[in-house]
């Protein structure tokens, strides 16, 4: 059994660790238990009901939260052209394509997620065994692959999320901050939610969302009642 510090242990003083909570009890919770020093992001853990070996099972995507995530976000876009000045006038920090991909290769990556217009995409993936581990391969499920520059910038930069289901048919997100109190949390799992629902592979049999829990970078988790989260979604308390 993994050994914990004090702070954590008295997060988790008087917690049942298999108690189900309803969505806005789990996130209160959570947000009472932070104890770092530093402000701390809530993430939450959904077990989906899918194998994501087989690829008509596989769920993931992107969402824009109400809220943000509460960070600052380098964007690079990899374009030419007119759409370079449209990236960068939208608020992209790093833009280009040759010379792009070859700062890349030398190891150059001051940024935190990309963007490709497809004409492009063959240029990137000369550098995507760099960027495909680091979770910043432009992808068009997620929206990162489009000729539509400025509103890919503009919508990453406001905060939004990508997920992607593991093997075990968890999907993991940052919800934003434990400063943004629970309103703000709650409204952006609501939103992440809401798009996780809309994914639902057709070949996924049975329950959709089987188990859920959110917690904060350093404190513990905390179960929600997987029946009660439709309701939840579609703004019931």
């Given amino acids: 059994m993994p050994k914990h510090?004090?702070?954590?242990?008295?997060?988790?003083?008087g917690v049942d660790e298999q108690q189900r909570y309803t969505v806005e009890d789990a996130v209160a919770k959570s947000l009472a238990a932070a104890f770092a020093k530093f402000d701390e992001t809530v993430d939450v853990a959904v077990g989906l009901g899918v194998d994501p070996k087989y690829s008509d099972?596989?769920?993931?995507?992107?969402?824009?939260?109400?809220?943000?995530l509460g960070k600052t976000v380098r964007v690079a876009v990899f374009?030419?052209?007119?759409?370079?000045?449209e990236a960068k006038a939208a608020g992209a920090d790093v833009v280009g394509a040759e010379d792009?991909?070859?700062k890349i290769k030398e190891g150059t990556l001051d940024f935190d997620a990309a963007i490709a217009t497809p004409d492009t995409m063959a240029l990137v993936g000369q550098v995507g065994r760099i960027l495909?581990?680091?979770?910043?391969?432009?992808?068009?499920?997620t929206g990162t692959v489009t000729f539509d520059v400025?509103?890919?910038?503009?919508?990453?930069?406001?905060?939004?999320?990508?997920?992607?289901?593991?093997?075990?048919g968890v999907l993991h997100a940052p919800l934003g901050k434990v400063s943004f109190g629970?309103?703000?949390?709650?409204?952006?799992?609501?939103?992440l939610l809401s798009e996780v629902s809309r994914l639902k592979p057709s070949a996924a049999k049975g329950a959709y969302?089987?188990?859920?829990?959110?917690?904060?970078?350093?404190?513990?988790?905390?179960?929600?009642?997987?029946t009660l989260v439709r309701k939840f979604i579609e703004g019931g308390s």
């Fill in 182 to 191: 629970p309103e703000k949390i709650l409204e952006n799992l609501r939103a």
């Fill in 57 to 68: 099972q596989m769920v993931r995507g992107a969402c824009p939260l109400p809220h943000g």
């Fill in 150 to 168: 400025a509103a890919a910038v503009r919508e990453i930069k406001a905060g939004r999320v990508e997920f992607k289901v593991d093997k075990a």
């Fill in 100 to 102: 792009l991909v070859a």
């Fill in 132 to 141: 495909g581990p680091r979770g910043l391969m432009p992808n068009a499920k």
């Fill in 5 to 13: 510090g004090k702070k954590f242990r008295n997060a988790l003083a």
């Fill in 209 to 226: 969302m089987r188990t859920m829990a959110v917690s904060t970078t350093m404190g513990p988790g905390f179960r929600i009642d997987p």
């Fill in 79 to 85: 374009c030419k052209g007119d759409k370079e000045a």
